[in-house]
């Protein structure tokens, strides 16, 4: 059975009604929040009852460093923010020492340092995913990406994301590419906004989306961005066949898995300029290509918003508007890790992951 949502929870542990709604067939994982959090322990048992319910949800977290990091306290390393290792890449230094490009590889093997710190953290609490990197590039002008990029040049972007994704992989944990094809370049935050980009696809596949095609063979999963190109698609490109199947899938050859970013969004429930229900926002992107969606809403109603999906796409499922895709499960099993998490204490005694810890500074 394909589990494409992906939804959240209001506390610190599960309620009765949280165990109900992730027990649904169709529910195949959880998206956790700095409100969830309270401690490791706490966040240990909270992950503990969430695979009790069932073993192969797949729980994720927004933990990419600077400023999103849902996790800041009681032993978890701060991460600084992506655009650092860009400034490191820049800086040759000085001296007898210096070599050029010395700043490039010293950038790449901070980067890779800093991603496996953060896997091997978020997994010695049993955490199986963190949506990052953000592959957007910084032109300067976007308040909601900013420093959470790594630079402007999309081929520095490239090597420093890929950097990242090797820690990761070597702390069992894959990766997500962020926001495809491209979120940099407007100003608009797609989270209060609908994002409008006017530029031309060659633009775009020229500048912003170049670094998917470059780590088309290592990225795990994508998320597309809540923006609409204009001289693309009048949909925004989570909703969009011309995005997810002409563009990355056909001509960029990505296989890996698709999420949708936050449904409770300003611009992800808007189509042609009418506002669509929690339901109709779900089919849209999962008609459009992704293979899972999330619904994060940050009020204390959240529940009923879920309550809303899952009934609709129940109803959807009956009626024959959406069918399951197998392709579609595989790849959301895929993104499970394969290896025990390492419990915290043995990982702080562990030579890489002090010698990852002196990279970082």
Known sequence: MHAPLIIDIAGKALTDADRARL????????????????????????????????????????????????????????IPPMRHFGQMWMDDGQGSQHRPGSGAMRAMNAATAAGFVLGAELRACAVD??????????????????????HRDPRVVAMLAKSLMHGLLQAGMGNCGKHFPGHGFVKADSHVDIPVDSRSLSAILAEDAAPYPWLSSVLTAVMPAHVIYTKVDKRPAGFSEKWLKDVLRTRLRYDGAIFSDDLSMEGARRINCEVISYTEAALAALSAGCDMVLLCNQSLGLGAHVDELLDGMDEALRSGRWQPDEDSESRRLALLPETVPQPWDELMRQPAYQDALDLLG
Do not use: M
Not at 37 to 55: E, F, G, M, T
């Open 23 to 78: 027990s649904h067939p169709l529910v195949g994982g959880i998206i956790l929040f700095a409100r969830n959090w309270d401690n490791r322990s706490a966040l240990v048992q909270l992950c503990a009852q969430i695979k009790a319910v069932k073993p192969d949800l797949l729980i994720c977290v927004d933990h990419e460093g600077g400023r999103v990091q849902r996790f800041r306290t009681d032993g978890f390393t701060h």
């Open 129 to 150: 995913f963190s949506f990052t990197p953000v592959l957007d590039l910084d032109y300067g002008e976007s308040s909601v990406i900013g420093d959470r990029s790594f």
